[in-house]
């Protein structure tokens, strides 16, 4: 059984950094894509970052230059380093894992959150100014 549990959200103010990780655990994939997306309130649900087993990464336009996605295959943790946070990226944010790349490459990755047959619950990131 495949598990993600999300950790590493909280309050911060404008300008401050946050991690999160995601424990991952009952995957054996080798070949795989990972993902954070994000949902904020009265707002759909958007991709922040996406990588594959490859260490290939993407970034939504809006976190380029502050985000920055990373893997710990060792220990089978996503993380997504987030500094320099704006009141805009306050919204829940959910890992997500995908068996093959598919969901990572294309275009429209940004908008396939369904795509992923495994998810987390989401983790709270609030941003005030």
């Known amino acids: 059984q495949v598990q993600l549990v999300e950790s590493g959200g909280g309050s911060v103010q404008t300008g401050g950094s946050l991690r999160l990780s995601c424990a991952v655990s009952?995957?054996?994939?080798?070949?795989?894509?990972m993902g954070w997306f994000r949902q904020a309130p009265g707002k759909g649900r958007e991709g922040v970052a996406i990588i594959s087993h490859t260490g290939g990464t993407a970034y939504t336009d809006s976190v380029k230059g502050r985000f920055t996605i990373s893997q710990d295959n060792a220990k089978s943790i996503l993380y997504l380093q987030m500094n320099d946070l704006k009141p805009e990226d306050t919204a829940v944010y959910y890992c997500?894992?995908?068996?093959?790349?598919?969901?990572?490459?294309?275009?429209?990755?940004?908008?396939?959150?369904?795509?992923?047959?495994?998810r987390g619950q989401g983790t709270q990131v609030t941003v005030s100014s």
């Open positions: 997500t894992v995908e068996d093959g790349t598919s969901a990572c490459y294309t275009s429209s990755w940004p908008h396939l959150f369904e795509r992923y047959s495994y």
């Open positions: 009952g995957f054996t994939s080798r070949t795989y894509c």
